[in-house]
């Protein structure tokens, strides 16, 4: 119709522990957004490939050491050179469904023992997602599930602190799936809220900021 070039995309970030299944389902959501038509694109934070991100990426090596809240600023400004951008798809129609975003900074951060509201205060002014799908997954689970691999945080007793950190930032534009349901069963769920928050966009929702 006449509206189209006014209609924006869908902000939807996927959070969850480490091996709760967010890859595969932001795989899965991608092919059935285009399968419907709709302009949509996957990404992932940290996204690896720009210099800051090449930057986190040696440290969850292990490759190279960082203070905590050094490493904690470099997952945040990976998100911050990418805003523009974002912005811009957002506004020009495309969904962005995105594994993993300042939740996961906010919470990986915390459960190392730094302050919540430290660890809030430089994602003030991302956009704020539109949905938030929180894949929730007992830590044992979780660890459970084929194993963790060798990068820094895929440790047990890590994962449950965290966990715990993640219930703090809840907020309503979460939604919390049990992500040890069948993988089908989440992928009915998880398809369910993001067609309603795909609608609600392209009907007018205004696009907002992090935590103001
Ligand atoms: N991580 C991810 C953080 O500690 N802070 C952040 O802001 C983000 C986006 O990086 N264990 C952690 C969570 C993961 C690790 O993510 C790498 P992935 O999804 O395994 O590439």
């Not at 970030?13 to 694109?41: A, H, I, P, Y």
């Not at 994962?159 to 349901?181: E, F, G, M, N, P």
Request: glycine share 8%; with cysteine; hydrophobic share 35%.
């Amino acid at each position: 119709d006449g509206q189209i070039d006014n209609q924006r995309g869908a902000l939807v970030v996927l959070e969850g522990l480490d091996r709760s299944g967010k890859t595969s389902q932001c795989n899965g959501l991608l092919s059935f957004l285009e399968g419907l038509g709709f302009s949509v694109e996957s990404w992932r934070f940290p996204d690896r490939k720009t210099g800051v991100g090449e930057m986190i990426s040696s440290y969850l090596a292990n490759k190279s050491q960082l203070d905590d809240r050094a490493i904690h600023l470099l997952f945040s400004a990976n998100r911050w050179e990418k805003r523009s951008l974002m912005e811009s798809k957002l506004k020009s129609g495309t969904t962005l469904i995105v594994d993993r975003y300042s939740y996961s900074g906010v919470a990986f951060s915390s459960a190392k023992g730094l302050d919540i509201d430290w660890c809030k205060a430089p994602e003030i002014g991302l956009l704020a997602p539109d949905l938030v799908l929180y894949l929730d997954i007992p830590p044992e689970k979780a660890a459970d599930r084929g194993g963790y691999g060798v990068e820094k945080y895929e440790q047990l007793e890590f994962q449950q602190k965290v966990s715990q950190h993640y219930q703090i930032l809840r907020d309503d534009t979460w939604q919390i799936i049990d992500a040890c349901l069948p993988m089908e069963d989440v992928e009915k769920q998880v398809r369910e809220l993001v067609l309603d928050c795909v609608t609600a966009c392209r009907n007018g929702k205004p696009l907002s900021q992090l935590w103001l």
